[in-house]
């Protein structure tokens, strides 16, 4: 299975964005599908359903701290830029 991404047009704060973090999350949440597809066959459909709902707000966390550390790191870039072009 191929892991990387040819191009994608994103924003200046996105630049710097984990994107193989991105897709390491969503194969442990794929394999936790299996997992409740595998619950639920077996008859146990309410731990399927609590399973499917707790990897999606993880996935969701982990997806949403992604991007806030990306925006970090830009700001931290544009205060140095932006100290460096008040000392020239």
């Known amino acids: 299975m191929q892991k990387k991404v040819r191009s994608v047009r994103i924003s200046p704060e996105l630049e710097d964005i984990d994107l193989s973090g991105i897709i390491h999350e969503c194969e442990k949440f794929m394999r936790d599908l299996e997992s409740a597809t595998m619950l639920k066959t077996q008859g146990n459909k309410e731990a399927a359903d609590a399973l499917v709902k707790a990897r999606e707000a993880y996935l969701g966390k ?5 991007v806030w550390e990306a925006r970090v790191r830009y700001g931290e870039r544009m205060r140095l830029q932006n100290k460096q072009a008040e000392t020239d």
């Open 62 to 66: 982990r997806v949403g701290m992604k």
